[in-house]
């Protein structure tokens, strides 16, 4: 059975997937974490490269804030921002293709013992209602009318789940549940200020794997999105962004594919330099 690895955030830095990918075993499969893109020297090429290998049935690719922004820049709804490294691929003959290809990305994937999302978990939330609710943004995405979605998506508001929710409240909840998620109350109400570590939070946020009795605790969850931890490797959590685009390593872990294998913390982890960005500090 061949190898499945999970990759943290890419971000446009080709030259280093491409050298992650050759150390990690022949015909590995790859599951990319999302933020394929932006900040970093070649997010047109990434964007091709991730393609191609889904195509080829040999990685796949959930969505990021990153990705997310490039949906609404293509859809006329975001203007560039300073970092921003999205023009090669909005002025690519391609573009239509890679854009309806993003779009079909799914925001959440398991194996029935890892759960893999970008950002984070709300402690309500199970694997299959996790699962579920990805689902309810992939088919909004999916539609052709998925740019009144991204038209209504962004925003921090409502800050907490309800199961109540309807519409473009619903919709944006979960959207910020995995991909922006940081800091959360035990409760699951949300923060999206905080940037920084782990102790960094508001008085009465926690980091959101951290909640006590979170639903997905029993689970391994493998996670992107938060730089500033480094490579985190906790009971049942794995977090794999490591600051590629600034000058950290790209990372890429072994996903369990069993029951024995997924309450182990015992997993090959594979990394490579990361780009040295001209503006990190």
């Not at 990759?7 to 599951?31: E, M």
């Not at 990319?32 to 490269?49: A, I, K, Q």
Request: with cysteine; glycine share 8%; hydrophobic share 35%.
């Amino acid at each position: 059975m061949s190898s499945v690895y999970a990759i943290g955030d890419v971000q446009g830095c080709l030259v280093q997937l491409d050298a992650l990918i050759a150390k990690l075993p022949k015909k590995s499969k790859l599951i990319c974490l999302g933020d394929l893109v932006n900040r970093g020297p070649n997010s047109l090429g990434t964007l091709r490269r991730l393609k191609k290998l889904q195509e080829q049935g040999i990685a796949e690719c959930i969505l990021g804030n990153h990705d997310l922004n490039l949906l609404a820049r293509d859809a006329g709804l975001r203007g560039s921002r300073p970092l921003d490294t999205l023009d090669g691929i909005l002025k690519a003959k391609d573009r239509a293709e890679l854009i309806d290809w993003l779009r079909h990305r799914p925001m959440a994937l398991s194996n029935g013992h890892a759960l893999l999302v970008h950002a984070g978990v709300l402690p309500d939330w199970d694997v299959s209602q996790t699962l579920e609710y990805a689902h309810e943004v992939e088919k909004a995405l999916r539609k052709s009318s998925y740019k009144r979605f991204l038209a209504e998506m962004y925003g921090n508001t409502p800050t907490k789940w309800s199961n109540s929710l309807k519409g473009n409240d619903r919709l944006r909840v979960i959207t910020n549940a995995l991909t922006r998620l940081r800091f959360c109350t035990p409760k699951g109400q949300m923060e999206f200020d905080t940037k920084e570590g782990l102790e960094a939070g508001p008085k009465g946020y926690l980091p959101w794997f951290e909640v006590k009795q979170r639903k997905t605790e029993n689970t391994r969850v493998i996670f992107g999105h938060w730089s500033t931890l480094g490579l985190i490797q906790k009971r049942n959590v794995s977090g794999l962004d490591t600051g590629c685009v600034w000058g950290g390593k790209l990372t890429a872990i072994e996903i369990p594919d069993s029951a024995t294998k997924s309450r182990s913390n015992k997993y090959r982890i594979v990394q490579v330099a990361g780009f040295d960005h001209p503006l990190r500090m």
